[in-house]
């Protein structure tokens, strides 16, 4: 039995954003808008997110046959022992938030440089923790010399060498890999395509050729098309799941090498906008290509939020009803946090609160205590129907 195939089957045993350009992720925001009232939050209070055992979030999912886990970094992971045990007792898989991407991965057109994420991997391989890849493909987070050595000649023997070379150096010993990134726009081309590099030198083919040669360099890897603003009820969102789900369909039917859907989830906090009719449908049909389901990047993020004083609350219920949402779907099996303890978040610098106060979007406070989004997320996965 291959690899995958273990990985699946046996979830309850397995116990960007970083370099993200900052306009990026502030036009995301301004897009999405969150799911669920200030008011109903506040109605509930504390006591909704009240639990009795401090089971970890890890243990909590496994035994629901889920993995939970999350994004770090190498220099927190290396320099704050603290930090280091709290990430190894709550998470099951790490995703290193940068240290796979291009612009530290491949300093020069010649060289690669492993070792912070071979560091990253040895880390999770201790702890008994999945190790995750991000990303191979992305029209961001691209090295210095990419705009100068790149084209049309090239480009094909450029990027299938990267993920040949990358793909190979953690060959069996990588969870997943998010092989293409946010490759969809909902104002495209007419196939819904976002005009990156990519796109110009090799055409709309290129996304095929990179699952196909991750595929050959680790044939025991789960392979994810992973994408943002797939979650709310607006024309531009609707349009972009839309075209996320055809291009899924176009890969299945050319027996694409892919085996998940990642789903980014960075969910604002502030006022309504969510239509759980239309993302149970949504899954559903995802599902029904038999493709899994990752939420890969999720935190609660309060750029639009103007309440100060029931913050935690008004975050901890998104949390929880979102997560209680999706998790109704049986092919979502995995859920990543973009970061464990809100003293290492990217939303600091790139989605800070309008009043200036600290943003707390993630499981842990800067203290690496746990917060009532800790609680909320360890309720959903209680009340998760088990895989």
């Known amino acids: ?73 190498y220099q927190p992971l290396r320099a704050n022992l603290e930090f280091a045990q709290r990430f190894a007792q709550e998470c099951a898989i790490l995703v290193p938030t940068n240290e796979l991407k291009w612009q530290i991965l491949r300093p020069t057109p010649d060289q690669f440089d492993f070792r912070r994420s071979d560091w990253m991997a040895r880390f999770a391989q201790k702890h008994n923790m999945l190790f995750r890849g991000h990303t191979l493909v992305w029209y961001q987070a691209l090295p210095q010399w990419f705009k100068e050595t790149v084209n049309r000649k090239n480009a094909e ?51 095929e050729m990179a699952f196909r040669t991750a595929a050959a360099a680790d044939p025991q890897a789960l392979l994810v098309y992973n994408d943002n603003n797939l979650e709310y009820d607006n024309p531009k969102t609707e349009a972009k799941r839309s075209r996320v789900l055809k291009l899924l369909e176009r890969l299945k039917s050319k027996r694409v090498p892919i085996h998940a859907l990642g789903i980014q989830s960075h969910i604002g906090a502030s006022s309504q906008g969510f239509n759980a009719k239309k993302l149970r449908s949504f899954l559903k049909e995802v599902a029904s290509l038999g493709l899994k389901i990752f939420i890969t990047e999720m935190d609660v993020l309060e750029k639009n939020l103007l309440e100060l004083e029931n913050r935690d609350a008004i975050i901890a219920g998104v949390y929880q009803d979102y997560l209680s949402l999706v998790l109704d779907e049986p092919a979502v099996n995995t859920v990543i946090t973009w970061g464990l303890s809100d003293r290492y978040t990217w939303a600091a610098n790139f989605a800070p609160r309008q009043d200036g106060a600290p943003v707390r979007p993630l499981p842990l406070d800067t203290q690496l205590e746990r917060k009532l989004a800790w609680n909320a997320i360890a309720l959903a996965f209680d009340q998760a129907p088990p895989r």
């Open 1 to 73: 039995m291959k690899r995958r195939t273990l990985i699946v089957s046996s979830l309850g045993a397995a116990t960007g954003a970083g370099i993200a350009i900052a306009s990026h992720y502030q036009n995301q925001q301004q897009q999405q808008q969150p799911p669920f009232s200030q008011e109903r939050q506040k109605e509930h209070g504390i006591a909704r997110f009240a639990v009795t055992e401090k089971t970890s979030l890890r243990e909590r999912a496994a035994s629901q046959g889920l993995i939970y886990g999350a994004a770090a970094s």
């Open 157 to 207: 023997r450029i990027l299938t060498d990267h993920i040949t070379t990358v793909v190979k150096h953690y060959a069996g010993n990588m969870h997943s890999w998010d092989v293409v990134n946010e490759a969809i726009a909902p104002n495209g081309s007419k196939d819904g395509l976002r005009q990156t590099p990519w796109l110009r030198f090799l055409g709309a083919d290129y996304i």
